[in-house]
């Protein structure tokens, strides 16, 4: 479901000097073009937007996807509004009749807009671009969300089931519970790439699980072979496991550092060498598994014993890493929740009409939604708007 909007009414006549509301006008058109430019950089936006889009994502963001169509539009009319004003603020001054002249062009309707019955002002052009902006918003931020959350996974799984498949094919045993997971996982990726919305957030904890079944399959059977059923048969979960989490730590480091300025912090995250490169713990789990008869099962449990211990330090480092990553992203969350909420308090009293609140909602906006967010300057718009509302 797209969030709500709180620009659900028109804006209100001019009111407050004509002057300041020109520059305004003018300092909310600059944010709004540049909250544009960066969400036409958006994978998700650019495929929502196309007429190839599928099904399930089509019915719900139809709607939106039209009415980001007149995004431009509507910044050119805007644009060349403000442009027709200033030049006549410029070449006649403040003073007598240009002043009324200036209050007629700012408040009155003489905007022609294409498909619209009759003129609106410049005060609605801007309204109906955050309205339209913030509907496609909405849907661009809940794909990008699933993306992040899952395609990491996906990749996880891939690289776990590459190491099931030779396992059982050293075992001479066909394992099904492989092929079904490599399955779940290509049907998952084409729909988040074809058709995202239809994807729901139980989709990846649904892949964990299939994968987990195979990993665990494909342990009891090694386990059952080299005669350490207990704690052989843990090994492949939990590398599968140190996969997903070393893979959604640094996806959380790389989406900190793209969304937030400074977000300081930030944990490094080990390679993918430390699992499956030279010496890494896959490769140690395959000297102990390939010890087979040749070595007495005291010196293989004692050999198991120090890579479980191994395993276990990074598992913790890992979840960390992962906290440690995730927090400037969870900032900036947390403010865009209490930028809704005070959003809310505006309409409820009475205020959602303000043309100075509403500007400096689109400066939070435009620091909250545009990338990088600078969290302290935000926190301190945050602040202000409080201390605004309650006056």
């Known amino acids: 479901m797209a969030p709500s909007t709180p620009y659900s009414t028109p804006p209100p006549p001019l009111?407050?000097?004509?002057?300041?509301v020109l520059e305004r006008h003018e300092t909310a058109l600059a944010g709004l073009r540049?909250?544009?430019?960066?969400?036409?950089?958006?994978?998700?936006?650019l495929m929502l937007t196309n007429d190839e889009v599928g099904e399930e994502t089509k019915a719900k963001v139809g709607a939106a996807a039209e009415g980001a169509a007149e995004l431009w539009p509507l910044i050119d009319a805007a644009d060349s509004a403000l442009a027709h004003i200033r030049t006549y603020v410029d070449a006649n001054g403040m003073r007598g009749r240009h002043r009324t002249e200036l209050i007629r062009l700012l408040g009155d309707p003489w905007i022609t807009l294409e498909g619209e019955p009759g003129p609106v002002t410049v005060a609605d052009i801007l309204h109906r671009f955050r309205t339209r902006y913030d509907a496609i918003r909405g849907w661009v931020t809940q794909i990008n969300d699933l993306w992040l959350a899952i395609l990491p996974r996906i990749d996880a799984a891939r690289a776990t089931m590459a190491r099931l498949e030779a396992d059982v094919d050293d075992l001479g045993i066909p394992e099904p519970l492989i092929g079904r997971a490599k399955a779940l996982a290509e049907d998952l990726e084409q729909r988040l790439v074809a058709d995202p919305l239809g994807v729901v957030e139980g989709d990846g904890p649904q892949l964990?699980?299939?994968?987990?079944?195979?990993?665990?399959?494909?342990?009891?059977?090694?386990?059952?072979?080299?005669?350490l059923e207990d704690d052989l048969r843990s090994t492949e979960h939990l590398l599968a496991n140190l996969r997903v989490l070393r893979a959604r730590a640094e996806a959380a480091?790389?989406?900190?550092?793209?969304?937030?300025?400074?977000?300081?912090?930030?944990?490094?995250?080990?390679?993918?060498?430390?699992?499956?490169?030279?010496?890494?713990?896959?490769?140690?789990l395959d000297e102990i598994f390939g010890l087979?008869?040749?070595?007495?099962?005291?010196?293989?449990?004692?050999?198991?014993?120090?890579?479980?211990?191994?395993?276990?330090?990074?598992?913790?480092?890992?979840?960390?890493?992962?906290?440690?990553?995730?927090?400037?992203?969870?900032?900036?969350?947390?403010?865009?929740?209490?930028?809704r909420a005070y959003q809310a308090k505006m309409a409820a009293v009475?205020?959602?009409?303000?043309?100075?609140?509403?500007?400096?909602?689109?400066?939070?906006?435009s620091e909250l939604f545009t990338a990088p967010t600078d969290l302290a300057r935000a926190t301190e718009a945050i602040e202000q708007l409080a201390r605004r509302l309650r006056t």
Do not use: F, M
Not at 15 to 20: K, N, S, T, V
Not at 260 to 281: E, F, I
Not at 313 to 324: F, P
């Open 253 to 284: 480091a790389s989406e900190s550092e793209a969304k937030v300025v400074d977000p300081g912090g930030l944990v490094r995250v080990p390679g993918p060498d430390v699992l499956d490169g030279d010496n890494g713990l896959a490769d140690r």
């Open 208 to 227: 964990d699980a299939q994968v987990a079944a195979a990993a665990d399959q494909v342990a009891i059977l090694r386990a059952g072979r080299d005669n």
């Open 15 to 20: 009111a407050g000097d004509p002057e300041a």
């Open 34 to 45: 540049a909250a544009l430019v960066e969400l036409e950089a958006t994978p998700s936006y």
């Open 350 to 365: 009475g205020r959602a009409e303000d043309l100075e609140l509403s500007a400096l909602i689109d400066r939070v906006r």
């Open 292 to 339: 087979g008869d040749r070595a007495n099962w005291s010196h293989r449990r004692t050999l198991l014993d120090a890579w479980l211990a191994t395993a276990g330090k990074l598992e913790k480092q890992l979840q960390r890493a992962e906290r440690a990553n995730r927090r400037p992203l969870g900032r900036r969350e947390e403010l865009r929740g209490r930028l």
